[in-house]
């Protein structure tokens, strides 16, 4: 079992960079692929990508594909979102999830979660 808390979030102006942490605890954090999503108010939690448990793959949805980057280190127990050129519809909140030995690109696909951070994006 893992728990997850993200931290990071606050309000940014459209064209600048925030930077989201996902903190684990538990053992074996390493054998766990981490997805980020968010959401918006009446709206479906989205997606934004994920990072397999080596750290050796990475994959994004088309909307964040070349402003998001997403890392971890294992040793830390850490994963983090780098996000650059925000826009205002990046406005949301933002959730890290885990799964032991998996985790895709859909909610279900996650067995634990974080409570969320707020992120605010100003046009």
């Known amino acids: 079992q893992v728990h997850l808390e993200e931290s990071g979030g606050g309000l940014a102006q459209a064209g600048g960079s925030l930077r989201l942490s996902c903190a684990a605890s538990g053992r074996l954090f390493n054998n766990y692929g981490v997805g980020w999503f968010r959401q918006t108010p009446g709206k479906q939690r989205e997606f934004v990508g994920r990072?397999?448990?080596?750290?050796?793959?990475?994959v994004y949805a088309d909307s964040v594909k070349g402003r998001f980057t997403i890392s971890r280190d294992n040793a830390e127990k850490m994963v983090y979102l780098e996000m650059n050129n925000l826009k205002p519809e990046d406005t949301a909140v933002y959730y890290c999830a885990a799964r032991l030995y998996g985790g895709g690109t859909t909610r279900g696909s996650y067995d634990y979660w974080g409570q969320g951070t707020q992120v605010t994006i100003s046009s």
């Open positions: 990072i397999t448990a080596s750290g050796d793959s990475t």
